[in-house]
């Protein structure tokens, strides 16, 4: 049972809920923040003239010192009118000279910032703007002054729009419609999309379970086990390479049990026939010494097969791994045509077959290791020798052309039929009609060989009429 948390939709879901969650707490921070400005700019742009028309009425009891009550008086009923406003009186340079606000109200700074003062009175700027509230220490809110002359000298009128009793109203409203409100369109909210987002996570990641159950099934050994791709997306192309992945598995496989059945079958050819021939000569006393030698013979000719195949063994494994390195030196083709030739005609002469060297008046210098492509070309003359019968021709081509070496074995022997061409260079793969054991031979000579020439950058391939001889063609880059 997997743990909720454990799993890739648990954990993807959560950071999903913590995504939205963060998102639309930001959200509603951001919300009330742009309402506040709004309301700030839409309460200073209705009263922007507020301050001048006070200073007019204010004027005549300022002109020589302030006359507080005669102040009060007067302005009393404005503040009845509009009791969320804060009017003070200020100098020049920003002090706090007399205030009008609730009673008490305390002024906790007496020192008022005068830039934005004066870019309201002065400036042409219509966004926007606040100032210092006096009663608090680091708050700045929206407001209206205009010029007026206090004891001689210049003063401003300066009115707080959303004075302390506009802050309770809104305190009050802010704490139930505002959170109420807010809160039920985030729940809301939250829940639509908690729902449509863990329905596609659920469907997203249903591919993925079904993957890993797949994935689960071939660790288990169900090795035939695929998984269904739909679409063109990442996990679509992780379905197609897990598909992949499992088909070249189960083909290595078939080919492991394919190549322990084809090595013990070699194997038991030679080992049985030793040990016939020795138990054959240490329990017949009465064998001569002509008839001993014949079947020490024998047994020496299985050994020689037997340590043959092993070694070819380890070379094809050798050569597979790239464990090996290209000892390359400069050498002619042709010349290491005509000794293969040499090497084989002796062979070739007891079948009574025909052995032909063909190459261009070109012999461009090749760079490579002439002890592997000597093997590689010795496994096809001998191949095409073997199957190939009285009288043929076996023919040993070279070509050069754009740049590449073309080098091809071709034989009049009964050919390969067309279902069977593309299994010659796997591994003991001989065809039906070369498993009677008059043509020796282990099955990993054209394996050896399509290794060898694939280690020199090269291509080898196969053409043949079914019935009517076989061409090895071999193309390496000069």
């Known amino acids: 049972m997997i743990k909720p948390l454990r799993s890739f939709y648990g954990r993807l879901s959560l950071l999903f809920l913590l995504l939205v969650i963060l998102l639309a707490a930001s959200t509603l921070f951001i919300a009330f923040q742009a309402a506040g400005h709004l309301f700030d700019e839409v309460e200073q742009e209705l009263n ?179 998984v269904e791709v739909k679409g063109a997306d990442e996990i679509a192309g992780l379905g197609r390479a897990f598909n992949d992945m499992a088909r070249s598995v189960e083909e290595s496989i078939e080919q492991r049990n394919d190549l322990i059945t084809n090595i013990s079958h070699d194997l038991r050819s030679p080992l049985t026939s030793i040990r016939g021939n020795i138990e054959t000569v240490l329990l017949k006393d009465a064998l001569s010494a002509e008839e001993q030698k014949t079947y020490l013979e024998s047994a020496l000719k299985s050994v020689s097969a037997f340590q043959k195949l092993v070694e070819q063994l380890f070379e094809l494994s050798k050569l597979e791994s790239r464990d090996i390195k290209i000892n390359r030196e400069i050498f002619i083709p042709a010349e290491l045509a005509q000794d293969i030739i040499l090497k084989y005609k002796l062979q070739a002469e007891k079948k009574d077959i025909e052995l032909k060297l063909n190459h261009s008046e070109r012999n461009s210098p090749f760079s490579g290791d002439i002890a592997l492509l000597e093997r590689a070309l010795s496994n096809l003359l001998e191949n095409a020798i073997n199957y190939t019968g009285e009288g043929g021709i076996v023919c040993l081509t070279l070509e050069e052309k754009t740049g590449k070496l073309f080098i091809s074995v071709s034989d009049t022997g009964q050919g390969i039929p067309p279902e069977e061409a593309e299994r010659v260079f796997e591994r003991f793969y001989r065809g039906d009609k070369s498993r009677d054991r008059r043509i020796s031979g282990t099955g990993l000579g054209l394996s050896i060989t399509r290794e060898i020439v694939e280690l020199h950058r090269g291509t080898i391939n196969l053409e043949t009429s079914g019935n009517r001889g076989t061409t090895f063609i071999i193309e390496l880059p000069l």
């Open 48 to 226: 922007r003239k507020y301050a001048s028309s006070l200073a007019v009425e204010l004027q005549p009891f300022v002109t020589d010192e302030i006359q507080t009550d005669m102040i009060m008086d007067r302005i009393q009923y404005m503040m009845v009118l509009n009791p969320m406003v804060e009017i003070y009186l200020i100098s020049g340079t920003g002090e706090v000279l007399a205030y009008f606000t609730g009673p008490g109200d305390m002024v906790k700074r007496h020192q008022i910032d005068m830039v934005p003062v004066k870019t309201f009175v002065f400036g042409q700027n219509s966004e926007l703007i606040r100032g210092d509230d006096p009663r608090t220490t680091d708050q700045v809110k929206p407001f209206s002054a205009a010029p007026l002359k206090i004891a001689g000298k210049q003063g401003f009128v300066y009115v707080i729009l959303r004075g302390r009793n506009f802050d309770r109203s809104l305190g009050m409203i802010r704490s139930s419609y505002y959170i109420r409100s807010g809160l039920i369109s985030f729940l809301l909210a939250l829940a639509v999309t908690l729902i449509a987002g863990f329905s596609l996570f659920s469907l997203l990641t249903s591919r993925l379970r079904k993957l890993g159950k797949s994935v689960k099934g071939f660790e288990e050994g169900d090795y035939g086990n695929r």
